[in-house]
């Protein structure tokens, strides 16, 4: 695949990123916020894919503009989830008003610091003309081999290390840069594809789910929870029983898929 094609990727890439940027500066909507992280996410792991066929030390990565941004989408992202799976567990009774209070404060904070680190329309140019510079001439199914036995390494030293929540997280991580480049991955090894990319899909959506209770119970442990009355406190309890439950019932799951 030559450089041209590459760029067309590229550009594609670059496009979205910028349309959900503006969007979601505006509305701040949980789907466009997930759809431009998403597009990041692809970004990055089309660079560290590229990365495989560069013989310089010029590393092709996520500009630190666009870094800090992706990071401040994410915390939104994670107290609207968060909120939006307190409401449900608390449907038909009494809620933790205070509680919920904390996290609109926190929310709206956050948009206020999303906004200021939102990038302009020329920063956008600026940061993709800087990557496009540093694009290999093309790529060949030696740069994908290459690619599939970095991840395939790494995912053996994941797997042979002890399940942390951490650890988990990383394991999707590698597998996420799998998926997102699978399209280029068959191009150039059509049937000798991994057997990795056989369960890829249901095995990352296991570990997502996983992390979502992760960072359900980061909120629920913080120290802000002992400003509120103990009725609250008793309530909340409830919510951390809950998420520990469910968390400790996806980890077992996940657990089993990464043994066969």
């Known amino acids: 695949m ?22 979601v500066v505006e509305d701040f909507h949980k789907e466009r916020i997930h759809r431009l992280r998403v597009n990041i996410k692809k970004l990055r792991a089309c660079l ?7 013989e310089d030390r010029k590393v092709l990565k996520i500009p630190n503009p666009l870094k800090k941004f992706y990071r ?18 608390f449907r ?8 919920l209070t904390l996290l609109r404060k926190k929310l709206s904070e956050e948009k206020i610091e999303m906004k200021n680190a939102s990038l302009s329309s020329s920063a956008f140019k600026h940061e993709k003309k800087k990557i496009e510079n540093g694009l290999p001439d093309k790529i060949g199914s030696k740069t994908i081999t290459a690619f599939m036995e970095q991840k395939r390494s790494i995912i053996r030293i994941i797997l042979s290390s002890d399940k942390t929540d951490e650890m988990l997280h990383s394991l999707r991580k590698q597998l ?22 056989g369960n890829i899909k249901e095995l990352t959506l296991l570990l997502g789910n996983h992390q979502d209770h992760v960072i359900h119970l980061t909120f629920l442990l913080s120290g802000e929870i002992e400003k509120l009355n103990s009725e609250e406190r008793k309530l909340l309890d409830e919510a951390t029983a809950e998420v520990r439950k469910n968390k400790a019932t996806l980890r077992n799951q996940i657990l089993q898929m990464i043994a066969k």
Do not use: C, T
């Open 2 to 23: 030559k450089k041209n094609k590459l760029l067309k990727d590229l550009d594609e890439l670059f496009r979205k990123i910028e349309m959900f940027s503006e969007a």
């Open 48 to 54: 560290r894919l590229l990365n495989m066929e560069k």
């Open 72 to 89: 401040k989408a994410g915390n939104i992202r994670n107290i609207q989830n968060h909120r939006v799976w307190i409401y449900h567990f």
């Open 92 to 99: 038909g009774r009494p809620r933790p008003a205070g509680y």
């Open 176 to 197: 996420k840069d799998i998926q997102y480049n699978e399209k280029l991955i068959k191009y150039f090894l059509g049937p000798d594809m991994p057997p990795v990319i």
